[in-house]
């Protein structure tokens, strides 16, 4: 049992009036393919008119990020609270974050909980460097990062987090994984989650990112392991990103 699951990751993009422009380019093709679940996640400034311009659709929003705390002095973040406001879904664990803004796994962590206690659906995101493919140690790297970034869940909230990965060394680069290194991947997340989350891991969305296009989508989709996509550079463009959703809900059908 397979739950085709696409996102669209729009970064730091787009200022209010042309998410809105890209979120109405997109809604009728997304409304259509209500097999496969379909989030879009703009800049916090856009997070309402983009819920709005999505309402009655069937496509979800979600956030970029998140705080852990629920509240306090901490200028220029945005609580949990605020989050589920406006959407339903938050990216955590996003490489960038890890790397740019020196987010640690155990910061990641309290965000995945905060994030289901409020009824939030995380986007968890993890990967490996080139460097630490290169040393052999991808396996054991992703490994550490699901384990520590899901740490204290029980099963049932394990559950109910999308697991994205992410190589660092694929993402905005143009260069896809192959197909066969994503599933190698994300068989070892699957097999690390049944563990973690017993029976309930065979239905998780796993999402494979990094350089996804509608002329990879398809060969990814098909891997036993991958349900989806979370999409970057081509989630810009509205009709990529709808060719790329109807490939994911296409494949869940097939399944
Ligand atoms: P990309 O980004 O599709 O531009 O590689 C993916 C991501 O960062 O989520």
């Known amino acids: 049992m397979t739950a085709p699951f696409v996102a669209a990751n729009w970064k730091m993009h787009l200022t209010v009036a042309e998410a809105v422009g890209l979120a109405k380019g997109m809604r009728d093709g997304l409304a259509a393919l209500t097999g ?5 996640c703009p800049p916090f400034t ?3 008119a983009v819920a709005a311009a999505f309402e009655g659709s069937g ?5 970029q990020n998140m705080h852990p705390e629920a509240s306090g002095a901490f200028t220029g973040e945005v609580s949990g609270a605020m989050v589920r406001d406006l959407c339903a879904y938050v990216i955590v664990g996003h490489s960038e974050r ?16 905060a994030a289901l206690g409020l009824g939030l659906t995380p986007i968890f995101c993890l990967g490996e460097t ?9 396996a054991a790297v992703c490994r550490e990062q699901l384990r520590r970034g899901l740490d204290g869940l029980d099963p049932d909230a394990v559950a109910r987090v999308a697991v994205a990965y992410e190589p660092v060394w694929a993402i905005g ?32 969305p796993l999402l494979y990112g990094g350089s996804v296009n509608p002329d990879n989508i398809a060969s990814f989709v098909a ?3 991958i349900d989806g996509a979370l999409v970057g550079g081509a989630s810009l ?19």
């Open 36 to 40: 496969a679940t379909r989030v879009v």
């Open 46 to 48: 856009a997070l309402a």
């Open 59 to 63: 496509v979800g929003v979600g956030a």
């Open 98 to 113: 890890r790397q740019l803004f020196g987010e640690t796994d155990d910061f990641i962590n309290r965000k995945v909980h």
């Open 130 to 138: 080139l460097e630490q493919r290169e040393a052999g140690r991808a």
């Open 173 to 204: 680069t143009g260069r896809a994984a192959t197909p066969d290194i994503a599933q190698e991947a994300m068989g070892g997340l699957r097999r690390e989650l049944g563990e973690l989350a017993d029976a309930a891991a065979d239905s998780m």
């Open 223 to 225: 891997e036993a392991d």
């Open 237 to 255: 463009r509205a009709d990529q990103f709808v060719a790329i959703a109807a490939a994911v809900a296409q494949a869940g059908a097939a399944s």
